[in-house]
């Protein structure tokens, strides 16, 4: 296993040059290094092993390249409802592959602010646990569609879900669809 060569290819030198991926090891345990080029996207790299007969096995796997600043991410959150006069605690998780999770910033809005006043949006945590406390206007019922968008100072995510404020238990949907001209299941956030 000593007298064993390593070799690399790459289908792509922009991505991942051939010269960037660097072999370890010795004997039977080897490793491999591979740094990227000066290009994101997708390249095969195949590894080649020779001994001094001149004879070789190959095998290869994908790497992918990502722009210097990836998107941050952000939860989804799905359709939820509550009763008037009441609040609600909706927690979800953010992350960033390049910044830390406490320096993300989040934004939350509304789009019925006769409903869920931008005010009554609490965002609270820390860290990729966050959470957002709704508190409707008082006595008031029916949808918003919510927005909220994390940040890491470039680049942006976001999720849109409805929320449903029913005026009693007893009412499972209400809705005066009093939304903007357009498509009302666009509008209402589905």
Known sequence: AT??????NSSDPLVVPPEQVQFGGS???RTVVVKAGSQEGNATVQVVVSD???????TSFEVTVLPKNCAPVITPLSCTNLLANSTLVLPFQVGDSESAA????????SSNHALLPDSGLVLGGSGSNRWLTLHPAAG???V?????????GEKTAC????????????VLLFDSFAYPDGAVISNSAG
Not at 144 to 149: D, I, M, Q, R
């Open 52 to 58: 001094q007969g001149g004879k070789s096995a190959r």
């Open 140 to 142: 008031e019922a029916g």
């Open 27 to 29: 004997g039977p345990n």
């Open 3 to 8: 007298t064993l060569t390593l070799t690399a």
């Open 159 to 170: 999720t849109l879900f409805p929320v449903l404020v029913r005026p009693s238990a007893q």
């Open 102 to 109: 406490e320096a993300l910033s989040i934004l939350a809005r």
């Open 144 to 152: 918003s569609p919510l927005f909220l968008e994390v940040s890491d």
